[in-house]
């Protein structure tokens, strides 16, 4: 079974941002609203990476218990700013605050993470420039391994906004024929042994076992769990190894990519703005 490692991906975008964005120096805006510790060291570590190519970042860190329209009016304001090309909402919200009222507030123009509704949409389109960064991830992973795509039985496990419903429509878009399933999905071990590209995000670590893959089958993990003093997959990766023919890798595979597609994105729609195309 071929690993399909997050790291060459990760290194050519990083390249690529040295080679065409070496100039120009970002600046964005992380708006956060929690105290939960692990998401701030996350956060500690994007902002140290950020720093490192040459990204200023600006942390808004406001209250968890904030009213919705206070969180949004800086939103706002950042969207107006004309010294700020980006923001990130660090996730997760506080229960009060409606995702979908954040999304929307989210000037598209500055949306780095792809999840305003505008940035969604245009991947019906086949637009996919400012699509959702994990989503943009599990694909390049896909086409960097050269992995046949065009008229194969793709299956996505999950179907939040942010992964499951974009990566489904991307993979269609590339001719695969895709299906969707969720937690209300009937016998789902069928349709997963349907799957030449079994792509999955549902947050439930080793969910997927040998008996719910196709021979020969691509596997995507897009899943982060803690498990002990270990991070792991929503696939159980040693149980399918007889089975599958690929697999990324938890940690060390999408994950890894996410980042540095989240990197370049800040690059990139700065470039953009400067070129007056954005």
Known sequence: MELLKGKPVAQRLYQEIKEKFSHLKPHVAIVVATKDESSLTYLRSKVRRMNKYGIEVEVLQLDENI????????????????????????MPLPPQIDPYAVASTICPKKDIEGISPWNLGKIYYG?????????SAVIQILEHYKVEIKGKR???????????????????????????????????????????ILVVAIGR??????????????????????VGDSIVGDVDCEDVRDVA?????VPGGVGTV???????RAFYMKWLREKGEL
């Open 67 to 90: 009213p919705q329209e206070q969180f949004l009016n800086h939103i706002r304001r950042l969207n107006d700013e004309e010294s700020i090309d980006g923001i990130f909402v660090e």
């Open 127 to 135: 637009r996919e420039e400012i699509a959702p960064s994990t989503a």
């Open 245 to 249: 023919s690929a697999i990324t890798p």
């Open 154 to 196: 793709a299956v996505v496990m999950g179907r939040s906004v942010v992964v499951g419903k974009p990566v489904a429509m991307m993979l269609t878009n590339r001719h695969a024929t895709t299906t969707v399933i969720h937690s209300r999905t009937p016998n789902p071990e069928e349709i997963t042994r349907q799957a030449d």
């Open 205 to 226: 670590a080793k969910h997927v076992k040998r008996h719910m893959v196709k021979e020969g089958a691509v596997i995507v993990d897009v899943g982060i769990n803690v």
């Open 258 to 264: 996410t980042t540095a597609i989240t990197l370049y």
